[in-house]
């Protein structure tokens, strides 16, 4: 156990519609980033949250989008999901990004999108 | 642009034998790599974590390797068992600000009986 939960386990959502997955960081951890992990594929870097903002972000278009609160634990928002949204959503907490230590991974939120 | 891979994508051996997980990345530039498993439908589990100035970790029975000047890095796993059947993952961290994970696709492990 990692200590970093996330919520929740899965979902189904239509094309179109908006979704908003959250991860709950490991105590201590002031860092967050997730993931997006298609079937069959290595997870792809979405974005990381350093204290309350994006601090780096892969090639993800802007309707993927996301919060970080004061007690680190963070959101990820996708609008007008589309088929290819499907995927196992990862969230990882770590210390400061600068120190590029051990990263703690969620169980994952498996996202359907019909 | 940092590219990692694995090989083979699967691999099937009888329990108890040792085997060799093999990870290349084209950037020497990495800075840290970090081996990961990941059970069916699961999240990613941390192996062991190899930093900038190190050359390998050991932990139990998995043992990583890595080698920035050759551009690879090896997980071995000594006296397979059935539980160790699983996704392995490796990933690496480049010299930017975010530490973020470039991962490989993987490699499936199924140890039989």
């Known amino acids: 156990e990692t200590g970093v939960t996330q919520s929740p386990t899965h979902l189904i959502k239509t094309r179109g519609q908006q979704v908003t997955l959250r991860c709950s960081s490991q105590s201590g951890h002031n860092t967050v980033s997730w993931y997006q992990q298609a079937l069959g594929q290595g997870p792809q870097f979405i974005f990381q949250?350093?204290?309350?903002?994006?601090?780096g972000r892969g090639n993800f278009p802007p309707r993927f989008s996301g919060l970080q609160f004061p007690n680190y634990s963070s959101e990820l928002n996708v609008n007008a999901l589309e088929l290819d949204d499907s995927a196992l959503y990862l969230c990882a907490s770590s210390l400061a990004p600068e120190l590029r230590g051990e990263q703690y991974f969620g169980p994952g939120t498996r996202l359907t999108v019909t | 642009k940092q590219e990692v891979t694995q090989i083979p994508a699967a691999l099937s051996v009888p329990e108890g034998e040792n085997l060799v997980l093999n990870c290349s990345f084209t950037d020497s530039a990495i800075y840290n790599l970090q081996w990961f498993r990941q059970d069916p439908g699961k999240g990613l589990t941390s192996l062991l974590l190899i930093q900038s100035s190190q050359r390998e970790q050991t932990s139990g029975r998995l043992n990583a390797s890595l080698d920035k000047s050759s551009g690879r890095s090896t997980l071995y796993i000594a006296a397979s068992q059935p539980g160790d059947s699983a996704t392995y993952l490796c990933a690496g961290t480049g010299s930017g600000n975010t530490g973020k994970l470039i991962f490989g696709q993987g490699t499936t492990l199924q140890v039989k009986p």
């Open positions: 949250y350093y204290r309350e903002e994006e601090n």
